[in-house]
């Protein structure tokens, strides 16, 4: 029996092995569509569209992370589109107002964390599936925003808000700053803290996680949270960056956010999912839509083949799995 | 869709069924041996045994589910060739589950019908269902409403609408595997009548049954399994509940495991009148390196009991103390606090996480301890891990292998760990050996033994009597959610630990 233990871990190397081919599969996927479209067109290794790019990939990213963090425990968070909407809107009225830029910002930065704590509260205390819970959310925000601004756009933002998005920081774009920002904390949080382990396991198994002491109530809380509040982030983003606030502004981007989740590895059954496959899932889906309008792709077309995506690079890593 | 069973084989003293040296093993694991069994046409025939001596896996040969291993089985003097469950309740085989199988969403109507729905070009002719539905139950004596939905009727409703079952199916044979278990007296007596008019009608019955006063009642014969063997068949008249519950029980000793004598050291827990769903008055305390066995029926409260002491559900009444200390109780991580662990009886979902690696589900009670500020030392972590699977002896390639790839055995090992881990001295195990194989339960024995000779109290929940019995230093037998009976080591036999669980 004792050979069965080998310190070596000569299977841990193996297993993470596996887990970075996967990425690395992504990976390589991304940079034969870069390098396919970089001979394709004059202009996508340009400058202005790179950042272009990298620009449009943060939003999604910040996204695509607080969803995985949804997804891993096995739920999902509709509702992230509408509250990227509302915020927006929320931002935007209170800097009209008069209120300080920090100030309004912090304000609906917290107004996501309670919608986000009231879905967990909403899933575990009264039983409503995620998925029912968050889909009211997204009507019930999605009209609240259109409701405070009678369907109108809020225009005339600070100079101050909007220049940030637009800024670069040592050359990169302040975007991305915030994606780093906000990747390696979550990243720490899933890979090295207890409460991230707790994460995986109520993914795996509230119940074994229960009877292993683990605070499953909390775990949800915690999740719900997260995602909610990175939507409200993306809302504030997305007004700096398009200088208005508007409610259907984040319209659709649920889907765009699971997507990416999926793509970066995510099972919708729960337990498997992480930072680097979220921001990979997100980069893949920008690089399509960015790809297709520079080579005047049908937008129409474009949507069809990230869908077609989603099939193939999910049914791969499924029968990878089967295999194994 | 009929399938026409095999022309009638003549005299008529030719059995409707008969099993002729019936064999199934598992692997290496022998659930029924050498079994030959006659079920007449117009009998009732009883069948006995204990948890765990064949009687299940016996039905579900008889009604397809499993394919036997060697032997044959007869349908009217002609041997059986189809074999799938859709065959033998075609043929004429119909089997009311301990589980019943319906659908709780549908109605009493569209249960009754499932799988064989009356049509027409496609579409269901939903009120001739009903009617006709409404008149088997009317037929019968059911006062069900066909229109209702099965979600709103009672437990023991629902029983007898899969028992209504047998009529639709015009079965020949219809098994019950304890159909009182959720009836009330009245509902009991309605199916015993049904039961008997069926008999009447020429059809056979096997009656599986743990309740003496019941079988005594119907069965005109009964044949006793014991360790996936059939032991004897006989006219009931020719003997009596106790001569049964003995020969259930008799056993060669020593059959499971010498416990190694271990020093009992000072009491772990104490545990007095504790009251709760399910479970009534029960007091009980547990020493260092002892084993307290906790026996009785499913259904008896033993397991709700225990659930109770590991925080699942809030006990009403009664005082748990731990260490002398009174300790209150009110969720798992009390217990937990407290010393305490559960190693449930379903690990796959309930004691681990599957899709996480054998380090992650040892460490997964004890982060706090190992981590800083939130933060996990994961070479602390891995350490530790190693640690306990090299003492454990789990067969794992390292700690960052699956856990859902290891094989039971193992997978309960990790569970053992993963308590160890955490400092626990009080280990509960909720029918530890169930699904295992041989040589698994050796292996889950000597880590008990281990957990013993560390000092821990153990307390074992098992409806298969064997094991408790040679195992336990103390013995307590539960029935109907009341604590019936209290017996050191091996004080008295299997068949008065088995009565008292009976009732008999």
């Not at chain 1, 309008?293 to 474009?302: E, G, S, T």
């Not at chain 2, 015009?170 to 008019?197: G, K, N, W």
């Not at chain 2, 190694?260 to 504790?274: D, F, K, R, W």
């Not at chain 2, 209150?328 to 996480?356: F, H, K, V």
Request: glycine share 10%; aromatic share 8%; with cysteine.
């Amino acid at each position: 029996m004792s050979q069965v233990v080998t310190a070596s871990g000569l299977g841990d190397r193996i297993s993470s092995l596996r887990v970075s081919l996967r990425k690395l599969t992504l990976f390589l996927l991304l940079a034969i569509l870069w390098l396919a479209l970089t001979m394709a067109t004059e202009t996508f290794w340009g400058a202005s569209n790179i950042t272009n790019l990298f620009r449009q990939t943060a939003l999604m990213s910040i996204l695509a992370i607080g969803q995985t963090l949804v997804i891993i425990t096995a739920g999902i968070d509709l509702s992230v589109g509408a509250m990227v909407g509302l915020s927006s809107v929320l931002v935007s009225l209170m800097m009209k107002a008069g209120m300080p830029i920090p100030a309004a910002v912090l304000l609906t930065l917290s107004f996501g964390f309670l919608v986000g704590l009231y879905h967990g509260i909403a899933i575990r205390r009264f039983g409503i599936p995620p998925f029912i819970i968050t889909l009211a959310s997204l009507s019930i925000l999605t009209g609240l925003g259109l409701l405070i601004t009678d369907g109108a756009t809020i225009s005339g933002l600070p100079k101050e808000f909007t220049g940030f998005a637009r800024g670069a920081f040592l050359g990169v774009p302040n975007l991305f700053w915030v994606v780093v920002l906000v990747g390696i904390p979550i990243y720490v949080l899933l890979r090295h803290t207890r409460w991230g382990r707790y994460i995986f396991a109520v993914g795996s198994s509230p119940e074994a996680a229960r009877l292993s002491g683990v605070n499953v109530d909390r775990t949800f809380y915690l999740v719900y949270a997260l995602s909610s509040t990175l939507a409200a982030l993306v809302g504030v983003l997305t007004a700096s960056r398009i200088s208005i606030g508007l409610a259907t502004t984040g319209m659709g981007w649920e889907l765009q956010s699971i997507a990416a989740s999926v793509i970066g590895g995510a099972s919708l059954f729960g337990a498997v999912g992480g930072v680097i496959g979220s921001l990979l899932g997100a980069m893949s889906l920008t690089t399509i839509a960015n790809g297709a309008n520079l080579l005047n792709v049908n937008p129409y077309i474009q949507q069809m083949v990230t869908g077609f995506l989603i099939v193939f690079i999910v049914y791969f890593d499924q029968s990878r799995r089967r295999s194994q | 869709m009929r399938i026409t069973a095999p022309a009638s084989g003549g005299a008529s003293g030719t059995p409707l069924v008969r099993l002729a040296n019936i064999d199934k093993h598992f692997g290496g694991t022998y659930a029924l041996r050498n079994v030959s069994l006659a079920l007449k046409a117009g009998e009732i025939h009883a069948v006995v045994g204990e948890n765990g001596a064949g009687k299940s896996t016996l039905i579900k040969i008889m009604v397809g589910a499993y394919a036997r291993s060697a032997g044959e089985l007869f349908w009217k003097g002609l041997p059986l060739r189809v074999s799938g469950p859709r065959d033998m309740l075609a043929l004429g085989i119909y089997a009311v589950n301990q589980e019943m199988l319906l659908c709780p969403h549908l109605t009493v109507a569209e249960n009754l019908f499932l799988g064989c729905e009356a049509g027409r070009y496609g579409l269901l002719r939903a009120r001739d269902m009903e009617r006709q539905a409404q008149a088997i139950l009317d037929d019968l004596g059911f006062s069900i409403d066909s229109r209702n939905l099965l979600f709103d009727l009672s437990i023991g409703q629902r029983q007898l609408v899969a028992i209504a079952r047998a009529a639709i199916y015009q079965s020949e044979l219809v098994i019950f595997d304890e159909p009182t278990a959720y009836l009330s007296r009245s509902e009991a007596d309605l199916l015993f009548t049904l039961i008997r008019r069926f008999r009447k009608e020429g059809r056979a019955i096997v009656y599986i049954s743990h309740r003496m006063e019941e079988i005594f009642e119907l069965a005109d014969r009964v044949s006793v399994l014991r360790d996936g063997q059939l032991l004897s068949t006989r006219p009931i008249q020719e003997t009596t509940p106790n001569a049964l519950i003995a020969e259930m029980a008799a056993r060669p000793i020593g059959d499971i495991h010498h416990k190694e004598s271990v020093a009992i050291g000072e009491t772990l827990l104490e545990i007095e009148g504790l009251s709760g769903p399910g479970f009534d008055n029960i007091s009980m305390t547990v020493k260092g390196g002892e084993i307290v066995g906790l026996f009785g029926l499913v259904g008896s409260g033993r397991s709700e009991f225990v659930r109770s002491v590991f925080g699942r559900t809030s006990a009403s009444a009664g005082t748990i103390r731990r260490g002398g200390k009174s300790v209150r109780i009110r969720r798992e991580s009390d217990a937990i606090e407290a010393g305490m662990a559960l190693i449930p009886e379903s690990r796959r979902y309930e004691g681990l996480c599957l899709q996480l690696d054998v380090g992650s589900n040892i460490s997964l009670a004890n982060l706090p301890a190992l981590s800083r500020f939130g933060v996990i030392d994961t070479v602390e972590e891995q350490r530790r891990a190693r640690q306990w699977m090299s003492r454990l002896k789990v067969a794992a390639n390292s700690e960052a292998m699956t856990v859902g790839r290891l094989s039971g055995g193992n997978q309960q090992k990790v569970v053992i760990a993963k308590w160890l881990e955490h400092g626990a001295d009080i280990f509960i195990f909720d029918e530890p050996t169930v699904g295992v194989d041989v040589a698994a339960k050796a292996e889950i024995y000597k880590t008990i033994a281990q957990l013993l000779q560390k000092g821990a109290g153990v307390i074992i929940i098992s409806s298969y009597l064997p094991e408790v019995y040679d195992l336990a230093d103390s013995l307590h037998v539960f029935r109907e959610g009341r604590q019936v009976a209290q017996f050191a080591h091996k004080q008295v036999g299997h068949d008065v630990i088995l009565a008292k669980a009976i009732g008999a």
